[in-house]
């Protein structure tokens, strides 16, 4: 026997499918609540009943990227620094192929991130990852990986012909490059 979902969950996940397509091609600031309730087939009071603004419809959206972030990062605390900074670079470089779509979200929320405790979370340990993908303390190699972490997501918002696989090479490549000691 099948099981099927309750439609209330439905709704909801159609509402995040829709909204991610949203902020996707027009922007999260461009996209309005109507025009993810008119997306999703339902009414801007569905989308309400289901989240509290359109604050917390992004951080739907990014949940899945957030909750493997977050992962990473917990994995990363348990590990000696020279190891997790290899382990850094390589899950990272994975999980920005796989959540790619996600870049292009965040570039649009990015000059008022700050301001959304929805996504707090992410912003924590997005801040944490880079300190691990730097392997030191040095506020040089600090700033190389936000450098190198910048580029690298720009490149899987774009990635133009490339493959999963080519992009996860280039990306792989150019963090071990930029951050590991030679």
Known sequence: MAVTTPARER???EIVRQAMDLFQTAGYNATSLQDIATAAGCS???VLYH???KPAVLAAVLEPAA???AELVAQLAALPRHEAQEVAIRRF???AVLHRGVMDVIQDVIPVIDSMPEI???VADGIQLTGYLAGSDDTFEKDLAKFA???LLGECRYPGDRTD???RRLCDTALRRLLLPT
């Open 11 to 13: 709704t909801r996940r």
């Open 44 to 46: 801007k009071a569905t």
């Open 51 to 53: 989240f509290s603004g």
């Open 67 to 69: 909750a493997d972030v």
């Open 93 to 95: 470089t994975d999980l």
């Open 120 to 122: 707090g979370g992410l």
């Open 149 to 151: 972490v910048n580029g």
């Open 165 to 167: 696989d080519e992009l």
